[in-house]
């Protein structure tokens, strides 16, 4: 392929790239217990999940370190939807940010790109992690009793904003929560899921504290920026990181950073974000769209689910029944790594219903069809992960049913289906009951569908 071509194809398959990021170049995502990205990781924007490691997309010369910075403090209007007014606590203590030399993509990505684009995607993304801020940050709420909403918003909407003067800080939150009827929560990480109440005043401390109570040896990696794949990273032009790219807009981003990994870095939830800090005052006109960033009960249990250690607390049994009808099927990409006795282990970022899942670094490891934790399934694990380089990308779909379909067969001794160049399988499940053979049935249609 000649350097023009590739430009050319970095061109389309930067557009998709940027269609997915909210035409974004940059954009940090919070590092959390189930986030714990690092520099080269490959990711996807559409699906705010992580890809492959660094080796496998990406590849640089070492790493670069420069100082974090000043702390910055911001509060940001999150919602005034139904005469709420919730507002965004957000303070960032950077020690240091590291960031990738030399960065780009490998003849490996560059060639998979050149043949084929969709399987780029699934192993790449439409991006990667460029640099990392080490240090803390404090993510907490304040929700404004209804009934003092509208004279709150008229209050602090002069005050809303990010400053590197902590005394201003301070004279913004208590704009509201001296004076007002007020509900504050933190959010450890910015996760609604591990939420925890706290007195207005004690927010207010701990917010201001925190710079102040950092230290090389309490730092810990707390933000990543990814940058999308310019397009003549394509023909193999080394990628320019800049320690500030994606900054500007930190606090933000933190808030519309959703956990359960859809719509980072939207353009259309940060429309809406803009929309709302541009007219605080009018506490019921904002649109329904924006009446909560928070995820919802229901959906922070579904967050739970799909993380890996939530796949392992709710892992159904084998033996269960399986629903007739399946939902859609769901497609996620996954590594496949052999072990030298020829055993196949997959990697995903989240792991299939029903099967036996370890989680290591940022992905979690399983073995087609297995349901239990058995001495060789755990030891041909930990040999893919300990290994090299993947053999190959694939895609995997699954059904809520339970329902699993592969490239590879499960291991002996599970029931299996083709569904066309697919696998089809319930992990554990030697014998379907009617139940589980309709589900597989069921699935195996979805998957013919066009």
């Known amino acids: 392929m000649t350097r023009r071509q590739a430009i050319a194809l ?32 490959a990711w996807s924007a559409a699906n705010g999940a992580a890809r492959s490691a660094e080796g496998t997309c990406i590849e640089s010369e070492g790493t670069d370190h420069a100082p974090g910075g000043s702390p910055s403090y911001s509060l940001v209007m999150l919602s005034r939807v139904g005469g709420r007014l919730v507002l965004g606590v957000y303070v960032s203590a950077p020690l240091a940010t590291e960031t990738l030399r030399g960065a780009k993509l490998t003849d490996a990505a560059r060639r998979t790109a050149s043949a084929q684009a969709d399987q780029f995607r699934s192993l790449c993304g439409d991006g990667f992690i460029g640099a990392v801020t080490s240090g803390a940050s404090y993510v907490a709420e304040i929700e404004v009793d209804p009934r003092d909403a509208a004279r709150a918003a008229s209050v602090v909407s002069s005050r809303l904003g990010t400053t590197s003067d902590p005394d ?52 810990r990696p707390y933000l990543a920026v990814s940058f999308a794949y310019p397009s003549d990273a394509f023909a ?39 929309k709302a800090q541009s007219h605080p005052s ?49 497609s996620n990409a996954a590594l496949v790594f052999q072990t030298p006795d020829g055993r196949e282990v997959y ?51 699954s059904a809520a049913s339970g329902v699993v379909m592969t490239d ?18 319930i992990a554990g499940v030697a014998t379907p009951s009617p139940a589980q053979r ?13």
């Not at 320019?240 to 790219?245: K, T």
């Not at 950073?257 to 974000?273: F, I, K, N, P, Y």
């Open 438 to 450: 309709e589900a597989l049935a069921a699935a195996i249609r979805a998957q013919d569908r066009p």
């Open 236 to 274: 193999g032009v080394p990628i320019e990181i800049s320690p500030g790219a994606g900054r500007e807009r930190e606090a933000e981003q933190v808030f519309l950073w959703d956990r359960r990994g859809a719509g980072v870095g939207s353009a259309s939830r940060a429309a809406e974000l803009r």
């Open 168 to 219: 201003r800080f301070r004279e913004a939150l208590e704009s509201v929560t001296a004076h007002f009827r007020v509900v504050s929560r933190e959010l450890p990480g910015g996760s609604h899921a591990a939420a925890t109440a706290v007195e207005p005043a004690a927010l207010v401390r701990r917010a201001l504290a925190l710079p102040g109570a950092q230290s090389e040896a309490s730092a």
């Open 347 to 397: 990697a995903t970022t989240e792991a299939p219903p029903g099967v036996y899942a370890e989680p290591i670094g940022h992905r979690v490891y399983w073995v087609p069809g297995a349901a239990e934790g058995t001495p060789a399934v755990k030891d041909a694990i930990h040999a893919a992960a300990a290994g090299s380089a993947p053999a190959r990308g694939t895609t995997i779909q």
């Open 282 to 330: 009018s506490v019921s006109s904002a649109p329904a769209a924006l009446a909560t960033l928070s995820p919802a009960p229901s959906q922070a249990a579904e967050a739970e689910r799909s993380s890996p250690e939530g796949a392992a607390a709710q892992r159904p049994s084998a033996a269960s029944s399986v629903p007739p009808v399946p939902a859609p099927l769901r």
């Open 408 to 425: 590879a067969a499960p291991i002996a001794g599970v029931h299996s289906e083709r569904a066309g160049a697919l696998h089809a399988w």
């Open 10 to 41: 970095g061109l389309a398959l930067g557009s998709l790239a940027g269609a997915a990021a909210g035409a974004e170049d940059a954009f940090v995502i919070p590092i959390g217990p189930r986030t714990p990205l690092e520099l080269g990781t």
